[in-house]
């Protein structure tokens, strides 16, 4: 059981840069959630596929953020010119949506900070 | 934004006593659910309770859930040093497919040996 990995571990950029992070979920897990998680705060959710299909996007996810996941197994988060207010921790995570499963496992995480 | 509130912020007890925290939340729910994270980490999931439950045990924790006051708490016995971590509640909504995690704030626990 590999769980959900996430790459890179760290980001470190300067402002205006463009980045993308992967994520790798359970191999059989049809769903995939991106969240983001600032300093002493809970995540929030920011978009989840089921399978290939983008099915909601959080008001949090402006246009300078774009996810895909384009076989229905990893997904990349992008973030364009990013902005000091991008700074946070990245998190993925997959579930089953099969047998009323709600739990979700998540990734380590990516933690990016834009300077 | 965040679903509710968890109470207390921060929460620092000895090792083998109790430790409780409490989350409040704002919606009507399908279920609760509380993840752990150790620092910098990812989120771990430790129990999930629904709606239509009450109590739910599992090992050292036990989960209550009270949805006329829109309330949860955990209660971790006999705690342990690596018990350490910050605890967040998270809902699902009762309505719609999406099933995304709405977070609370957290509690930051520190048990001491």
């Known amino acids: 059981d590999t769980g959900v990995s996430q790459n890179p571990r760290h980001k470190i950029t300067k402002r205006g840069q463009n980045v993308t992070f992967r994520c790798d979920p359970i191999?059989?897990?049809?769903?995939l959630y991106w969240y983001r998680q600032t300093l002493g705060q809970g995540p929030e959710f920011l978009t989840y596929?089921?399978?290939?299909?983008?099915?909601?996007k959080s008001r949090l996810l402006s246009d300078r953020f774009s996810a895909e996941r384009p076989k229905g197994s990893f997904s990349t988060l992008e973030i364009q010119r990013t902005e000091q207010g991008d700074s946070a921790m990245y998190l993925c995570?997959?579930?089953?949506?099969?047998?009323?499963?709600?739990?979700?496992?998540f990734g380590p995480g990516t933690r990016l900070t834009v300077t | 934004s965040q679903q509710g509130e968890e109470d207390p912020q921060a929460l620092s007890i000895q090792e083998g006593e109790n430790a409780t925290m409490n989350c409040s939340y704002k919606?009507?729910?399908?279920?609760l659910q509380w993840y752990r994270q150790n620092s910098g980490r990812g989120l771990v999931h430790l129990i999930l309770?629904?709606?239509?439950?009450r109590e739910k045990h599992s090992g050292r924790l036990r989960v209550t859930l009270d949805t006329s006051k829109k309330s949860s708490s955990l209660l971790i016995t006999a705690s342990r040093a690596a018990d350490t971590a910050s605890y967040f509640c998270?809902?699902?909504?009762?309505?719609?497919?999406?099933?995304?995690?709405?977070f609370g704030s957290g509690t930051q626990l520190t048990v001491l040996p």
């Open positions: 191999s059989e897990h049809n769903r």
């Open positions: 596929f089921q399978n290939e299909a983008q099915l909601e």
């Open positions: 919606t009507s729910i399908n279920n």
């Open positions: 309770i629904r709606s239509n439950e």
């Open positions: 995570a997959s579930s089953l949506t099969s047998g009323g499963a709600y739990e979700q496992y």
């Open positions: 998270a809902t699902v909504p009762s309505s719609g497919s999406a099933r995304q995690l709405t």
